[in-house]
């Protein structure tokens, strides 16, 4: 059987992942991962390919454990796997609760590793691995500063993962777009300091980073942007000291 997996797919960029994944060949089931079950049963019922509604949350040690059983018995051959699921908190270190803490890092680090390294024994030759980062991995970004580095850490190691992987045949890129429209924003603003970003310009639809990211990967590129201005954030950070760009960004985020 062979199966595109996709976390996050209850929403925002997740769920256009799974529209444009609908569209492929080659594919005999979408399994699609998040907790809110009834916003999967909802999009299953949109899309043309069989679906697997897994609803499952991925901070807990039991998701992965019912994911890794699910994968073992029905010894899938994984040709897209989409690690999409994440959020971020607007804020400071100390505006975030230990509770906003622990699962951020659990999510956007933890489990991303966690979901790939049990895809990684079902990947074939041909198979493409999408891990979704951000252009916030590119610098550090007081007021947003742990999603930074939680989405610092997952680039790290998705460009490494590419290059284990090459001999292989997978391809894996790192998607690292700037603002995008969905439910993000309105969970990054549930917080104790909601106004630690002002505003979210230049926001793209999740359609076009799906579509682009998904080209870009079956191209072979490492590393995606999905549009001009993180690219000019990529290029800026590897000329621009990181004490000047953090100062920038200190200046935009409260306009
Ligand atoms: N929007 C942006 O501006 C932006 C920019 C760059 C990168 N990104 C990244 O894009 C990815 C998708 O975010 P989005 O913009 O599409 O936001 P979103 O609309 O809020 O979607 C987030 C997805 O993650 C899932 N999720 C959250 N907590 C989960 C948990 N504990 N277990 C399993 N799934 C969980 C949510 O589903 P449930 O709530 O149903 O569990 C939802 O499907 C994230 O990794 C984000 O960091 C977003």
Redesign the pocket.
């Known amino acids: 059987m062979r199966i595109a997996i996709v976390?996050?797919?209850?929403?925002?960029?997740?769920?256009a992942y799974a529209r444009e994944l609908d569209k492929a060949d080659g594919l005999d089931e979408l399994w699609l991962?998040?907790?809110?079950e009834e916003?999967l049963i909802e999009l299953s019922g949109s899309l043309d390919h069989p679906c697997r509604i897994l609803p499952?949350?991925?901070?807990k040690k039991e998701?992965m454990e019912t994911l890794e059983a699910l994968l073992k018995a029905e010894k899938p051959r994984v040709r897209v796997l989409v690690s999409?699921?994440?959020?971020?908190k607007f804020g400071r270190a100390e505006d975030l609760s230990p509770q906003e803490t622990r699962?951020m890092v659990d999510?956007?680090c933890r489990?991303a590793v966690e979901v790939t390294g049990l895809c990684i024994p079902y990947l074939r030759r041909g198979s493409r691995v999408l891990e979704?980062?951000?252009?916030?991995a590119f610098q550090p970004l007081p007021g947003l500063n742990l999603?930074a580095a939680t989405?610092a850490f997952l680039l790290s190691y998705t460009r490494s993962l590419g290059e284990e992987l090459k001999g292989r045949g997978v391809k894996v890129t790192a998607v690292c777009?700037?603002?995008?429209?969905?439910?993000?924003?309105a969970?990054a603003r549930d917080t104790a300091n909601p106004q630690a970003v002002k505003h979210?310009p230049f926001?793209m639809r999740?359609e076009a980073v799906a579509a682009w990211s998904l080209t870009m990967n079956d191209l072979g590129a490492a590393l995606t942007t999905c549009g001009p201005i993180p690219a000019v954030m990529r290029l800026g950070s590897k000329v621009i000291p990181s004490a000047a760009a953090m100062k920038l960004w200190d200046k935009l985020r409260k306009l």
Request: charged residues 20%.
């Open positions: 976390t996050g797919a209850s929403s925002g960029l997740g769920r991962i998040a907790r809110r916003r499952l949350d991925l901070t998701s999409c699921a994440g959020f971020g699962d999510l956007n489990a979704v980062c951000s252009c916030a999603y989405k777009p700037f603002w995008i429209k969905t439910e993000f924003m969970v979210t926001a999740p």
